[in-house]
């Protein structure tokens, strides 16, 4: 009976473990969303791309494909333990490293401002090539199909409409 009982058990703290690394990866990237704010959603998706894979792979490969209602309590519970247990003093730590990192890039001269209006350059760059090829291709197109109206003539004068014209060709 023991073997029986042994590999759920297994499982279970197998899931334990899964919870706690998808808490881990949460509370290491919960310092990058405090310290860069734009990046928040792209991490959130990140996050939950990640945690959602991790827990289809643990369920398609160790629990053989089959969902079991322990082992997403397992999973959660993990996450539960590490928040209440763990992150209180991991939470220091991560700070404390994002900030030196942080402080190394800016000694390595990444400067990250230099990159930004470059790129906003080269975008203003393409915007007026764009607007100069269609304008080209306009013109192109206009000087030898059809002739152009510029609006001169003579002034007290206009171009009759469809309509009288129509009543100018007709003899009353």
Not at 19 to 48: K, Q, V, W
Not at 84 to 97: E, H
Request: charged share 20%.
């Amino acid at each position: 009976m023991a073997p029986a009982l042994s590999q759920p058990l297994l499982l279970f703290c197998q899931a334990i473990l899964l919870g706690m690394a998808a808490a881990l990866l949460y509370d290491l990237l919960r310092a990058f969303r405090l310290r860069l704010p734009r990046l928040t959603s792209a991490l959130d998706i990140l996050y939950c791309m990640a945690a959602g894979l991790a827990v289809f792979l643990f369920m398609l490969r160790r629990a053989q494909g089959q969902l079991r209602l322990y082992l997403l309590l397992g999973a959660v519970g993990g996450g539960v333990l590490f928040f209440t247990a763990f992150s209180p003093f991991l939470r220091p730590v991560w700070d404390f490293l994002l900030h030196h990192l942080a402080f190394l890039l800016h000694l390595s001269g990444i400067d990250l401002r230099g990159a930004e209006n470059l790129c906003k350059k080269i975008g203003r760059w393409g915007k007026n090539l764009f607007y100069f090829i269609r304008k080209r291709y306009t013109i192109k197109n206009t000087e030898h199909g059809r002739r152009l109206y510029r609006g001169g003539g003579r002034p007290g004068k206009s171009r009759p409409t469809a309509k009288e014209a129509v009543q100018r060709k007709r003899p009353h």
